[in-house]
């Protein structure tokens, strides 16, 4: 094997998922889209496994191999077909969380690649505007899309797509989302084609298999330098919000030369409330782990998956069975999983292994009528916090960490769109845990309402603190609050609430852990 030239065509791959990205952000018409990029593309081979992906959301990226699964199973894709999905038991994430799915294809029909985007929709129906509320079903979350034909050879399907814009907030946005989406796989296919017409069907599916043996090798390489035995680690989420019971996710790893096997299997039973989380999500957060311990500008495909096993517990809040509501499984469980792993890692190799961050994406949703234009709005975007303490280096202050990998709303840019004033955007001075080396602050954001509007809030990190490692303290709690003509009220960190012209939204979110016994 010439590993330059795998390293060279893992580079080709990845530049074309990269490019697609572009095309999305472009032409997007949604901020969490367009500014935020809260999005993924990766390519897959003509047998559904993963062969490259860009630097987006790993949350996202890591579930995607398991939405091709279902959709090869469901399908079998002719030129010009376009699967569209959001089922979260199908392989994807929670409901705002849209997949589509095109076949690249030779003359005679048959699929060379498949390429794929998922993109978070501001709204998707539900109860709740934004379609991340607290709710107890996930019938009240949105629309919820098995595999279903957005695109018959080249012809959108008229009666799925009218039937999901009326089910949303803000169609045109919507419908003009979903059109940035499939401009994103159209780039795609044709530097896709142009790669296989320049090298041919054959060099490319040879050197596609070794680029899946090479990362294979390098992921076996990163597990076999960890000692081998059996880690237990143990961290909670603060609540389910419906009671004030902390709820445990456990994991027994076991490193078995260069292999390692995550057992979640002891972790809470699925609960009344969002922060179940489906199998394709807890897969994403463990192949992100393994994947920082490989270190940057190594080759993520499905060799990378190979040598690490995933278990869960059918009914278990990492293994949820329908219809349990799953919105902050996603972007809040996921979190913890990393923290709980990331724990079990460090009795593994402590000189590596950071303290905890943030541990919240810290989600907030907001809709209602926009009174300078009477049109109904959806808005909804993720915090950052604050990074945990390095071995070797503080934490980043005012940073998304871990499974989101997403940018703030610029203040102008919704400022401009939405009947909101941001009073204050500031790094949250002394949050970070103190150590050898501190952990980084967390973000004060404040929200003004001009007009009346529906707030869900789905936070996490507000009754236990991210914690410190090697003697570190932890980071400082989040806080949500909400001032009333003066008045300030503390309030929890799952709810949803009605707010008035001139309420004002202060989220407070976590700092990171710091590393270390202070000098």
């Not at 490019?19 to 500014?35: A, D, H, Q, V, Y």
């Not at 902390?246 to 790893?253: N, T």
């Not at 002394?430 to 007009?451: A, H, P, V």
């Amino acid at each position: 094997m010439d590993v330059i030239e795998v390293e060279v065509f893992n580079k080709f791959f990845a530049s074309i998922a990269e490019e697609m990205g572009i095309i999305l952000t472009r032409s997007s018409f949604s901020s969490n889209i367009k500014e935020r990029r809260d999005f993924s593309c990766a390519i897959f081979d003509a047998g559904g496994d993963l062969v490259a992906q860009a630097a987006h959301i790993p949350v996202h990226l890591g579930a995607m191999p398991k939405t091709m699964r279902h959709v090869l199973d469901s399908y079998s894709l002719a030129p010009g077909d376009v699967v569209i999905v959001n089922d979260p038991f199908h392989g994807g994430s929670h409901l705002p969380d849209i997949t589509l799915v095109e076949a690249v294809c030779d003359t005679s029909g048959k699929p060379l690649f498949y390429a794929m985007n998922r993109a978070h929709h501001a709204d998707v129906g539900g109860r709740n505007p934004g379609s991340m509320g607290f709710v107890t079903d996930i019938a009240d979350e949105g629309l919820l899309i098995p595999p279903t034909l957005l695109a018959c050879r080249g012809e959108i399907n008229r009666s799925f797509l009218d039937g999901f814009l009326a089910g949303v907030r803000n169609p045109e946005e919507r419908k003009g989302d979903l059109r940035a989406q499939l401009a994103a796989l159209k780039r795609g296919k044709t530097r896709l084609l142009e790669l296989h017409d320049k090298y041919g069907c054959k060099h490319v599916t040879a050197i596609i298999a070794q680029m899946k043996d090479y990362a294979e090798r390098l992921m076996r390489a990163t597990i076999a330098a960890l000692p081998d035995g059996t880690y237990r680690f143990r961290d909670f989420l603060d609540n389910d919000g419906l009671t004030k019971k902390k709820l445990p996710i456990r994991v027994e790893l076991t490193i078995d030369h260069d292999e390692a096997v995550a057992d979640f299997s002891r972790s809470a039973d699925q609960v009344g409330s969002p922060l179940n989380t489906v199998e394709s999500v807890v897969t994403s957060a463990t192949i992100y782990v393994f994947q920082c311990l490989m270190g940057e500008g190594f080759p993520i495909n499905q060799g990378s998956y190979r040598p690490i096993r995933i278990i869960t517990r059918p009914g278990s809040l990492l293994n949820a069975l329908p219809p349990a509501p799953v919105a902050a499984g996603n972007v809040e469980t996921s979190q913890r999983i990393v923290d709980t792993l990331f724990g079990a890692l460090a009795q593994a190799s402590p000189e590596k292994i950071p303290a905890a961050s943030c541990g919240s994406m810290n989600n907030i949703a907001i809709g209602g009528i926009d009174n300078r234009t009477g049109r109904q709005y959806t808005y909804y975007e993720t915090i950052g916090g604050g990074m945990g303490a390095r071995p070797n280096s503080p934490g980043i202050s005012a940073i998304h960490t871990h499974m989101t990998n997403t940018m703030n709303t610029p203040v102008e840019a919704l400022e401009h769109s939405y009947p909101l004033m941001i009073e204050k955007y500031a790094i949250r001075s002394g949050s970070g845990g103190e150590g050898k080396e501190q952990g980084g602050d967390g973000i004060i954001r404040s929200y003004r309402f001009l007009s009346t509007g529906q707030v869900s809030l789905l936070t996490e990190r507000r009754a236990l603190p991210p914690y410190g490692l090697q003697g570190g303290s932890s980071g400082r709690k989040g806080e949500n609050l909400l001032i009333r003509r003066g008045k300030t009220h503390k309030i929890a960190g799952k709810t949803n609430l009605a707010a008035k012209p001139g309420d004002r939204l202060v989220i407070k979110t976590p700092g990171g852990g710091g590393w270390g016994r202070p000098r």
